[in-house]
C-alpha cells in the first residue's frame, strides 16, 4: 500500500495534521468551552456575546431600581383605579347629601364628607382619572409636536432652524398660569380637552428645544455621516439613523414633565379657569376645601395628598428614567 503523506501546511489544513485522534478531541473540548462561556458573557454583553444596546442596559438598570419599581407600582395603581375606579369605589362621586356636609370619618366612607355632604374617598379615587387623563394625553401631545418640529429644525437648519428658534422664544416668554387665566377664561366647556389644548400649546417649545439639540448631536456621528455617502435619504437616515438615537432625551423630559402637567391642571381648576363642576378633579376638590380648612382639614388633606403623591411618582419614575439612559452616570 502507498505511503499516505501529511496534508500540506499550505492547504491551511496543516493545523490539525499530525494531531490524530487526540488533536481532534482537544479541539472539540476548546470549542465546547467557548461555546460554553459564550452565553455569560463578559460585563457588558448579551446573551450571545455581543454588546449590549443603550436601551437593554437601561432597561437592565431600570429593574434594578428600587426608586423605578416604587414608582412604577404606584404608577401602575392610578393607572389601574383611573380605567376602573369602581373596583376600589363603589360610590357615586356626584350622590351628595347636604345632612352629612363637613362630617368626619364614618363606616364606610374613611375620608368623610366634603362642603355639599360629598363623599371625599370616591371623589378623590375619581379624581385620579381626570389628572392622570390630562398627564398622558398633555405628554403625549406635547411629545408629538415638539419633538417632530425640534427634530425637523436641528435637522435640517438654516431658515427653519431660525424662525422656530425666535417662535420658541415667544411662547417661552408666556407665564403659564397667567396664560391658563387668559386662554381658558373664555372656555365654558367642563371637559379635558381645553386643559389639555392649552398645555401643548404652552409645553412644545421645551420639547422641542430638547430635540432640536439631541438631532443636531446625532447627526454629526460617523454613521449618519456614512449614511449620507451612501446615497441614503434624509427621511431614512432620521427614521433608521437619528431617531432611535436622539429619542433618549426627549422621553426623560416627557416623563418628568408628566408630573408637572398634572400639577398644573390642579393649579388652573383651583383657580376656576380649568375643569368646572361637574368634573371631579383634584383641583376643584381643593380649591373648594380652602375655605373650610380650619373646621374640615380632612377635606383638603386627602385630595391634596392623592396629588402629591401622584406628581411625586412620576418626577421619581423620571429621575430613575434618566439616571439608566444618561452614560454619563454609569
Not at 347636604?98 to 379624581?127: I, M, N
Not at 427653519?160 to 416668554?173: N, Q
Request: glycine share 12%; hydrophobic share 45%; net charge neutral.
Amino acid at each position: 500500500m502507498p505511503e499516505q503523506k501529511p496534508w500540506d501546511e499550505t492547504t491551511g489544513s496543516g493545523a490539525i495534521s499530525g494531531a490524530g485522534a487526540g488533536g481532534a478531541m482537544d479541539l472539540a473540548m476548546d470549542e465546547g468551552t467557548t461555546l460554553e462561556k459564550t452565553p455569560g458573557g463578559p460585563e457588558g454583553t448579551g446573551p450571545t456575546g455581543k454588546p449590549r444596546s443603550l436601551w437593554s442596559d437601561a432597561w437592565r438598570d431600570l429593574r434594578r431600581n428600587p426608586v423605578f419599581i416604587i414608582s412604577g407600582l404606584v404608577i401602575l395603581f392610578l393607572v389601574i383605579i383611573s380605567i376602573w375606579p369602581s373596583l376600589i369605589a363603589d360610590q357615586d362621586p356626584l350622590n351628595c347629601d347636604l345632612a352629612k356636609a363637613q362630617e368626619g370619618s364614618q363606616p364606610g366612607h374613611p375620608f368623610g364628607f366634603d362642603g355639599q355632604g360629598c363623599d371625599v374617598y370616591t371623589r378623590t379615587v375619581y379624581g385620579a382619572r381626570t389628572s392622570v387623563s390630562v398627564g398622558v394625553l398633555s405628554t403625549l401631545g406635547v411629545s408629538l409636536l415638539g419633538g417632530v418640529l425640534g427634530g425637523l429644525a436641528g435637522f435640517f437648519g438654516g431658515t427653519w432652524d431660525a424662525v422656530l428658534s425666535r417662535i420658541t422664544d415667544v411662547f417661552f416668554g408666556i407665564p403659564v398660569v397667567l396664560g391658563g387665566l387668559v386662554f381658558l377664561s373664555v372656555v365654558t366647556s367642563s371637559t379635558v380637552w381645553p386643559v389639555i389644548g392649552f398645555i401643548v400649546l404652552l409645553g412644545w417649545p421645551q420639547i422641542a428645544r430638547i430635540a432640536r439639540g439631541s438631532v443636531i448631536t446625532a447627526k454629526q456621528n460617523d454613521y449618519v455621516q456614512a449614511a449620507r455617502a451612501l446615497g441614503a435619504s434624509n427621511s431614512r437616515m432620521m427614521l433608521r439613523h437619528i431617531t432611535p438615537n436622539a429619542i433618549a432625551p426627549v422621553i426623560v423630559v416627557a416623563t418628568i414633565a408628566l408630573g408637572t402637567y398634572i400639577s398644573l391642571e390642579a393649579t388652573l381648576s383651583f383657580l376656576g379657569v380649568g375643569l368646572k363642576p361637574p368634573a371631579v378633579s383634584w383641583g376643584i376638590d381643593i380649591s373648594a376645601a380652602s375655605q373650610y380648612i380650619r373646621n374640615a382639614p380632612h377635606m383638603l388633606l386627602w385630595p391634596a395628598g392623592a396629588l402629591a403623591i401622584t406628581v411625586l411618582a412620576f418626577i421619581m419614575l423620571g429621575d430613575a428614567v434618566r439616571d439608566a439612559l444618561d452614560p454619563k452616570l454609569r
